[in-house]
């Protein structure tokens, strides 16, 4: 990549312009037997970032809409929703707009999830599923996911639902190894590609939970996906120029490798650590919790974070805000994509 990356938002994150230059292709029929090639081919790709031999389906719409799908497809009445931030709040939120009864477990904003809190909770109540997000770009913050894992799966037959939005591609996670039912995640984050697509896993055992779920929807019905993914193809129009994209993209993916990607990430996380102490700002988010992909900072005593961002603005780059109840006292760096360190040194 020779590109020079100013842009450092906690997502939609940069995208290169043969990517971009890709989704100018011509349309073509999505039943059509090329296409089907190319669905094909991205699927099996897709199976090497999501680290699966399972299926993986991707959905025309934003991460949100596979978390509504995810929660409708599989949860008849009860759910446990893992919060510490805005995005597994969503997930509260989410499954009570569905009617669902739905308890947390919530840690404190800027703490990762205590595997040893869900054991807990799992003993004293049956779960159909349980929601976690990875990464909480709001605080940045990951929580232990390998271990929540084991936990649910040692406790409980509850699924576990995975938002790994900001982490698929930028941080170690292992769909199938690690026993995750469905992984899930929009594409604009680590995966470096324009925001309009979803990518998610299934696993046998929550589609054979799904099937007994009355009343999935249309457009949010998991299983209705897998059952198209495995003719070839979506269950609608897709966003094809959003394909060409990932097309293109996963070439460059599946070329770093994965665990290059993930190291390049831990990389940049440490770079951006040793700006943040070189400019007074201290982490928002517990030290044994730093997320990979984006650092959610405190500016030093007496300055606005706003002030942070519109200096940096002022010298060409782009940084985030802080999000949702830390919006007036933090900011974040995205370094999750295709940035190298020489961007975040250059700072
Ligand atoms: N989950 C996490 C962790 C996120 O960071 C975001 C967006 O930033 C979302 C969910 C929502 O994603 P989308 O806007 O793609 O629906």
């Known amino acids: 990549m020779t590109e020079t990356i100013r842009f450092f938002l906690p997502g939609p ?18 039943r059509s037997a090329p296409f089907k090639a190319l669905y ?3 699927a099996g790709r897709l199976q090497k970032v999501l680290r699966t031999s399972g299926d993986v389906m991707i959905a025309t719409g934003s991460s949100t809409l596979v978390m509504e799908s995810a929660v409708l497809s599989t949860v008849q009445s009860d759910v446990l929703n893992l919060t510490n931030g805005a995005f597994s709040e969503r997930w509260h939120s989410i499954s009570r707009s569905l009617g669902k009864s739905a308890d947390k477990v919530a840690a404190p904003w800027g703490q990762a999830i205590d595997p040893d809190l869900v054991r807990t909770a799992l003993s004293r109540k049956r779960y159909e599923a349980v929601t976690l997000v990875h990464n909480e770009t709001s605080t940045g913050v ?4 390998a271990e929540i894992a084991k936990v649910v799966r040692e406790e409980s037959d509850a699924i576990l639902i995975v938002d790994t939005v900001s982490s698929l591609g930028g941080a170690p996670g292992e769909s199938e190894a690690w026993g995750i039912d469905i992984v899930l995640a929009g594409t604009q984050k680590a995966l470096a590609l324009p925001p309009g697509l979803a990518v998610f896993t299934l696993s ?4 054979l939970r799904a099937a007994k779920v009355p009343h999935r929807g249309f457009y949010t019905d998991l299983l209705r ?7 070839g193809g979506f269950i609608t129009t897709p966003a094809i120029p959003l394909l060409y994209a990932l097309d293109r993209q996963l070439d460059v993916i599946v070329a770093e490798g994965m665990e290059e990607r993930w190291a ?20 928002a988010s517990a030290s044994d919790a730093r997320s990979l992909t984006v650092s959610c900072l405190q500016a030093p005593a007496g300055v606005d974070p706003q002030a942070i961002v519109k200096g940096l603005a002022g010298r060409g780059y782009t940084i985030g805000g802080g999000y949702g109840d830390w919006k007036p006292t933090t900011f974040r760096i995205g370094h999750m994509g295709d940035i190298q360190l020489d961007d975040l040194n250059a700072m």
């Open 204 to 207: 046998e055992r929550a589609a």
């Open 142 to 145: 990951m929580s232990p996911l």
């Open 264 to 283: 390049r990430h831990a990389r940049c996380a440490e770079k951006t650590a040793a700006w943040a102490a070189q400019h007074g700002c201290e982490y």
């Open 225 to 231: 996906y897998r059952d198209k993914h495995r003719e």
């Open 40 to 42: 094909t081919s991205l």
């Open 13 to 30: 994150s940069y995208v290169t312009e043969d990517v971009r230059q890709a989704m100018t292709q011509p349309m073509q029929g999505h």
